[in-house]
């Protein structure tokens, strides 16, 4: 066993990624009548050469998605679940993520520092907009115009 750590350890040093290297964006759900789920999408570019990324929000581990030279971590949850906060995306690479999900099971186990951590802004989400349906506007206007031009058609046919 420790062998294993030994040799991952040192792929780590050799191999690893370098939290420097690190540029993020991010996305939230914020508009409540479009999305029947929050999501959080976070699109970063890593200098980690042949190396599988994961990702840990609260403590989900979630996988991250590689298309070239971006990567992508995504979180989907009902409205109660992702409240309005700021969340950390923990990234870490494969010998950090065994490492966590060692810790995960063992709290004596230490905790591995992650390659990075990506602070995202939720502010929730709320309904945005107007308290009427714009629906409802073209409608009410569509009958005063043709009720104000009915009318001046029976005055003028009088």
């Not at 964006?25 to 042949?50: M, Q």
């Not at 679940?81 to 990234?91: A, Q, R």
Request: one cysteine or more.
């Amino acid at each position: 066993m420790f062998g294993v750590i030994a040799v991952l350890a040192a792929l780590q040093v050799a191999y690893g990624c370098s939290g420097d290297s690190f540029s993020a964006t991010s996305y939230t759900t914020t508009n409540l009548p479009l999305a029947t789920e929050t999501a959080i999408i976070v699109e970063f570019t890593a200098d980690c050469p042949d190396s599988k990324l994961a990702a840990v929000i609260g403590d989900e581990v979630l996988p991250v998605y590689t298309a070239g030279d971006s990567n992508m971590v995504t979180l989907v949850k009902d409205h109660a679940s992702l409240p309005s906060n700021s969340y950390n995306v923990d990234i870490y690479d494969e010998a950090g993520i065994v490492a966590f999900k060692n810790h995960a099971k063992d709290a004596s186990v230490e905790a591995p520092k992650p390659i990075k951590t990506i602070t995202v802004n939720h502010p929730g989400v709320s309904k945005e907009g107007l308290p009427i349906q714009t629906e409802f506007i073209v409608m009410v206007a569509s009958l005063l115009v043709w009720w104000g031009a009915n009318s001046i058609k029976a005055k003028i046919s009088e």
